[in-house]
């Protein structure tokens, strides 16, 4: 790794790593909806970031417009853990989770593992 080698992690993924990543999130999405009972159309799905590509690549499994997925923006890399909150924060930031009922926060991650949590505004939240 020479003089650098402390300063540099290297990750070595299989090839089709970020499909499956992909596909998990989009199984994990499609199972939170509809424990949750919501309509992934009305949704905005907030999504990790283990590809650029990663949010539009899981709204297109669910069949949803590539505009019902968001992720971190105008980072360099894979912000891991950080990528959910900061693109919610994104999100708020330019108006986009007032366009949606409710909010579908995927995240994946190595291992496969999966999470997923609802957030429905107040205003579209049920009585209970």
């Known amino acids: 790794m020479g003089r650098e080698g402390r300063r540099a992690v290297t990750v070595r993924q299989d090839g ?5 990543l992909a596909a998990l999130a989009a ?3 499609r199972a939170c909806a509809e424990a949750e009972g919501i309509d992934l159309h009305e949704t905005l799905l907030v999504t990790s970031q283990p590809t650029p590509a ?12 590539e505009d019902a997925a968001v992720t971190v923006t105008g980072v360099a890399g894979d912000p891991h853990t950080s990528a959910v909150p ?6 708020v930031a330019a108006g986009r989770d007032r366009e ?5 926060f995927v995240a994946v991650g190595a291992g496969l593992t ?8 107040p205003e579209h939240s049920p009585v209970r």
Request: charged content about 20%.
């Open 16 to 20: 089709d790593y970020p499909d499956r």
């Open 86 to 91: 900061l693109a919610y924060h994104q999100a």
């Open 114 to 121: 999966s999470a997923c949590a609802v957030y429905r505004h």
């Open 100 to 104: 949606f009922r409710q909010l579908l």
């Open 54 to 65: 990663f949010a539009a690549e899981v709204a297109a499994r669910l069949g949803v417009g």
């Open 27 to 29: 199984d994990s999405a």
